[in-house]
T-cell receptor
Framework: NAGVTQTPKFQVLKTGQSMTLQCAQDMNHEYMSWYRQDPGMGLRLIHYSVGAGITDQGEVPNGYNVSRSTTEDFPLRLLSAAPSQTSVYFC???????????FGPGTRLLVL | SQKIEQNSEALNIQEGKTATLTCNYTNYSPAYLQWYRQDPGRGPVFLLLIRENEKEKRKERLKVTFDTTLKQSLFHITASQPADSATYLCALRGSQGNLIFGKGTKLSVKP
């Protein structure tokens, strides 16, 4: 099992550009989520999904979109990047909403 | 509002000593609490889960306690080693049902 994979590992964007952060898991987990991690702020939940076709907002959803068309994939879209979105992004999955989370290796994003 | 506090941003100890990390919470009634380890440049990795009816849980050199009256969990690493140096995060179920993470404590074990 590859577990949770994320691409790209690192990305530089200019303000206003759009991009998609990819996340995939091969553990057949129903629950997937996106977090951002900033110094001094800890992990903050952006969006989550409890199954294919179902998504919901977390603590900091503004500026981000998600969709869940399959159990395996949960991409995160930045529609118009802003410097405030410079962060490290982690995707996670689990069997249940509040169960043990399996995290991906992260995507480091720099918005200039 | 619900809050999780890990009251030390950083903890420095000598190799061989016991490291004790604290996780306090307010306005929660969690059924269980989780602890994760995060190494620089990597995602968090699950270590231990302790349920509200368990006072203590052990895994090798790790020990976790959970006091629902004090609203506190303690995470101990005995006979600490430099390889234990990492950031340790506690997590609880939030009001939406998702896990909410504390900001973490960075542990440094000096040889």
């Amino acid at each position: 099992n590859a577990g949770v994979t994320q691409t790209p590992k690192f990305q530089v964007l200019k303000t206003g550009q759009s991009m998609t952060l990819q996340c995939a898991q091969d553990m057949n987990h129903e629950y997937m989520s996106w977090y951002r991690q900033d110094p001094g702020m800890g992990l903050r939940l952006i969006h989550y999904s409890v199954g294919a076709g179902i998504t919901d907002q977390g603590e900091v959803p503004n500026g981000y979109n998600v969709s869940r068309s399959t159990t395996e994939d949960f991409p995160l879209r930045l529609l118009s990047a802003a410097p405030s979105q410079t962060s490290v992004y982690f995707c996670a999955s689990s069997y249940v909403v509040d169960g043990t989370q399996y995290f991906g290796p992260g995507t480091r994003l720099l918005v200039l | 509002s619900q809050k999780i506090e890990q009251n030390s941003e950083a903890l420095n100890i000598q190799e061989g000593k016991t490291a004790t990390l604290t996780c306090n919470y307010t306005n929660y009634s969690p059924a269980y609490l989780q602890w994760y380890r995060q190494d620089p440049g990597r995602g968090p990795v699950f270590l231990l889960l302790i349920r509200e009816n368990e006072k203590e849980k052990r895994k090798e050199r790790l020990k976790v306690t959970f006091d629902t009256t004090l609203k506190q969990s303690l995470f101990h690493i005995t006979a600490s080693q430099p390889a234990d140096s990492a950031t340790y995060l506690c997590a609880l179920r939030g009001s939406q049902g998702n896990l909410i993470f504390g900001k973490g404590t960075k542990l440094s074990v000096k040889p």
